[in-house]
């Protein structure tokens, strides 16, 4: 059985030392359910929308009447921040400098800047365009409070592109992990960190205590496997059936991998998979 | 041949009569393609936050380089606008008001007020607690904002059971819809409307230029049906493959309406649907 990812950080250890042989997934699951869940999100200038909201809408519904959590959105500074990345970005193959005021975007308020989000249990980095103006402009600020977070967390997730900040926070150093498959090659260049193994088949990836996802909607299936080991299935399940979204189980489901021509990538596995409501 | 839902508002009827023959659904979505569309998103306190981000991230994705897209988030006042309800709210079943601040909340930043959204060709609203509340409170400003602009409107959306909206406004006299289905006999009342067909068991329904989905995550489909439907199948589909989605395209398709125990679901029928990237 493999080591439970959520004995992973030095506080949980201490209390699994303390519980000893009492230190099963169950028991974890169960200390879980009782304590109230300090969650932050990260939200920079360029976010893709659904790598925050579809977790967040699980976390938002599980703290209705099922957990405690408490939220807080993180960024540069308080106030709205908008999907739109800022002026200067060039993706990927882009070689002009875009002004993309003309997406439809929203903006999110956030809550609390990378010097007052308060003690973290789970932090979240969303993907985005924004990854790309931050690596070619040089704005360090999302990876740098990565890094100085990472060893209070207990659970360190990323959608998307967003795995490239913790790439660069150092932390997935001798890691497992996966991103986005349509700009695989712009996240996993050995420039944002090195020992790094990037799974190129793989809707997410769970390596000790940090889970990183797939691009945009993965993030929803991510959180379903993670809640599920977090809290238990009653949680998981109740969750996601309240939602009515039935989850991706399967971590190695990946036709995206496929269909983007990611090296590594098995091109003979099915694009298809079925899903059913949780537990059912 | 069913009449296209393009083809339902009085601007594009005229269009249509000055096409004649040439009025058909492709023709509709290469004007569609062409023009900039105008997207009103309604946010109320107590929203829930994946009715509005599913579909949204869909149409942001749209909003890059496939169509060109205007976006007004419109409520009853500018501002940061949050998923927790106001104080004072009963969900069915609850007897004592409730003060939900202990939601994991985020909050999106409204634009326009119901005075001044802009004009409109697309309206989205979605479903949440808040509506439990401008029920129980008589808070009118939604439905009452819906009905103003309906005979503007070319689409009108909803997700969850944001439905009890379209009801009230009276918009869905004489017409078939669905909604979120785990508080289906509050919605389904015949006191916020009567004369409304409500089909028991169906992931979205369409009737004429009314898209209504059923709870949350199912935005995210029906919103992948309605842009194949009013933009064609190449931009629905690059859409989906960007955000990684893989969309279930059978309207029928409603285990929840099975596991909510609603009548006249099919318990016979399957819970399971296979997916696949659309296209695929």
Chains 1, 2 share one sequence.
Not at 187 to 206: C, F, L, Q, S, Y
Not at 236 to 261: K, M, R, S, V
Request: net charge negative.
């Amino acid at each position: 059985m493999k080591p439970s990812t959520l004995l992973n950080s030095l506080r949980v250890l201490a209390l699994s030392a303390t519980l000893g042989s009492c230190a099963t997934n169950s028991t974890m699951q169960a200390f879980n359910r009782m304590r109230t869940m300090s969650l932050g999100i990260i939200a920079y200038p360029g976010f893709e929308p659904l790598d925050i909201f579809g977790p967040l809408e699980a976390f938002h519904s599980a703290s209705g009447s099922l957990v405690k959590i408490t939220l807080s959105i993180i960024g540069f500074e308080i106030g709205p921040v908008s999907a739109t990345p800022p002026a200067g970005v060039m993706p990927p193959g882009v070689t002009t400098p875009l002004d993309p005021g003309w997406l439809a975007s929203p903006s999110i308020y956030v809550t609390h800047t990378f010097h007052t989000a308060p003690a973290l249990d789970i932090l979240l980095v969303p993907g985005g365009p924004g990854d790309f103006y931050r690596d070619q402009y040089h704005v360090t600020d999302v990876e740098d409070f990565i890094a100085r977070r990472y060893p209070q967390l207990n659970y360190l997730l990323s959608v998307c592109s967003g795995a490239v900040n913790l790439a660069r926070a150092g932390v997935l150093n001798g890691k497992r992990a996966t991103t986005n498959k349509s700009v695989w090659s712009w996240v996993t260049d050995p420039v944002h960190g090195k020992n790094i193994t990037w799974v190129p088949e793989a809707r997410w990836v769970n390596d000790g205590n940090i889970w990183t996802s797939s691009g945009v909607s993965a993030g929803l299936d991510m959180t379903y496997a993670f809640m599920k080991d977090i809290w238990g299935a009653a949680v998981a399940d109740a969750t996601y059936n309240g939602i009515e979204y039935a989850p991706h189980q399967d971590p190695d489901w990946d036709p995206f991998a496929i269909i983007n021509n990611v090296p590594g990538a098995d091109k003979k596995r099915s694009l298809k998979d079925c899903v059913a409501p949780a537990g059912y």
